[in-house]
């Protein structure tokens, strides 16, 4: 739990468990949009936001490891193809 200001209080959880795989973009609609609870003011003389990347990785397949793939092989691939595609969104 973390004081968010004037009394509020709130739990956060990483942004980059989202499909977004933005932290920064995620806590800033929940600061912000109608439908969350904060009803920040936006503007640059309002808000600050520091978002220290953590890396990435790449997902590489070689033709033959696909090929061979089992249900079970795409299944435990699939976060890491999907966080993937959402890092290279810019």
């Known amino acids: ?12 959880v990483d942004g980059g468990v989202s499909m977004a795989n933005n932290p920064a ?3 800033l609609m929940v600061a912000t949009l109608k439908g969350f609870p904060f009803h ?4 640059e003389d309002n808000l ?21 793939a089992t249900l079970l092989t795409w299944a435990s691939n699939v ?12």
């Not at 920040?40 to 503007?43: A, I, L, R």
């Open 1 to 12: 739990m973390i004081d968010v200001g004037e009394g509020q209080r709130a739990a956060f």
């Open 25 to 27: 973009l995620t806590l």
């Open 40 to 43: 920040w003011p936006t503007g």
């Open 48 to 68: 600050l936001v520091v978002s220290i990347g953590t890396g990435f990785s790449v997902f590489k397949k070689m033709v033959k490891d696909i090929d061979e």
């Open 79 to 90: 976060p890491d193809m999907l966080m993937q595609d959402a890092s290279w969104q810019n």
